[in-house]
């Protein structure tokens, strides 16, 4: 008899653990929702706020502090196109390369985030150096260990202005389709802040 039961415990506790995990799993989507939803708010705020004393560069930075913290990403950037060389130039940093990054110049066809520029299209990846747009110049330069990586077209109707960026989830996670529809919303509201700025500033000149 106790045999007979074996197998039928075993699947309940299999069943039992699935379920557990799936109700783990849920519970973190929608935490994950709740800081997406702040953090949205937050950026709302933010981008309405623009006037002639706004300071861009700490407003940006804002802003990609506050998306960087509800994707739980380690690291991230601002990267905007040079105009009149057309490079990438490293605008806003978080992370451990934060003060020596700042206005790194990168011609714009380089690595992930130039292939992003070009093509104006999002990408994840889950392990950035298997893919073979990489550039391993930021790494090598400055000691760091990209991971996973998001990259969000920061784009108006008529003109690419650069990148945003994202490394390294916590606890060696992927980034999801959810981090990937909160970086494209903050990529547009970074777009619209900047143009925001300039048809403030063009109106005050």
Same mark, same amino acid.
């Given at each position: #008899?106790?045999? %007979?039961?074996?197998?039928?415990?075993?699947?309940?506790?299999?069943?039992?653990?699935?379920?557990?995990?799936?109700?783990?799993?849920?519970?973190?989507?929608?935490? +994950?929702?709740?800081?997406?939803? %702040?953090? #949205?708010?937050?950026?709302?705020?933010?981008? +309405?706020? &623009?006037?002639?004393?706004?300071?861009?560069?700490?407003?940006?930075?804002?802003?990609?502090?506050?998306?960087?913290?509800?994707?739980?990403? /380690?690291?991230? /950037?601002?990267?905007? &196109?040079?105009?009149?060389?057309? %490079?990438?130039?490293?605008?806003?940093? *978080?992370?451990? @390369?934060?003060?020596?990054? !700042?206005?790194?110049?990168?011609?714009?066809?380089?690595?992930?985030?130039?292939?992003? @520029?070009? *093509?104006?299209?999002?990408?994840?990846?889950?392990?950035?150096?298997? %893919?073979?747009?990489? /550039?391993?110049?930021?790494?090598?330069?400055? *000691?760091?260990?990209?991971? +996973? =990586?998001?990259? !969000?077209?920061?784009?108006?109707?008529?003109?690419?202005?650069?990148?945003?960026?994202?490394?390294?989830?916590?606890?060696?996670?992927?980034? +999801?389709?959810?981090?990937?529809?909160?970086?494209?919303?903050?990529?547009?509201?970074?777009?619209?802040? =900047?143009?925001?700025?300039? *048809? !403030?500033?063009?109106?005050?000149?």
């Amino acid at each position: #008899m106790a045999s %007979d039961l074996r197998e039928p415990i075993r699947f309940l506790q299999l069943e039992n653990a699935r379920l557990t995990e799936e109700n783990s799993d849920l519970r973190e989507e929608v935490e +994950t929702l709740r800081q997406v939803l %702040d953090a #949205m708010i937050v950026l709302q705020d933010i981008s +309405t706020s &623009i006037s002639s004393k706004t300071n861009i560069l700490g407003l940006l930075d804002r802003i990609l502090e506050s998306s960087l913290k509800a994707i739980s990403a /380690s690291a991230g /950037s601002l990267i905007l &196109i040079d105009e009149d060389t057309n %490079d990438l130039v490293f605008t806003v940093v *978080h992370g451990s @390369a934060r003060e020596t990054l !700042v206005n790194y110049r990168l011609p714009r066809g380089t690595g992930i985030a130039g292939w992003v @520029a070009q *093509h104006v299209e999002p990408v994840v990846i889950p392990n950035a150096r298997l %893919d073979p747009r990489f /550039s391993w110049t930021v790494d090598n330069l400055f *000691h760091f260990e990209t991971r +996973t =990586m998001m990259c !969000v077209p920061i784009a108006t109707s008529n003109r690419v202005i650069g990148v945003l960026t994202a490394l390294n989830k916590n606890n060696n996670k992927e980034f +999801t389709p959810i981090d990937l529809a909160l970086f494209a919303v903050v990529a547009q509201l970074a777009a619209t802040a =900047m143009e925001r700025a300039e *048809h !403030v500033t063009a109106k005050v000149q």
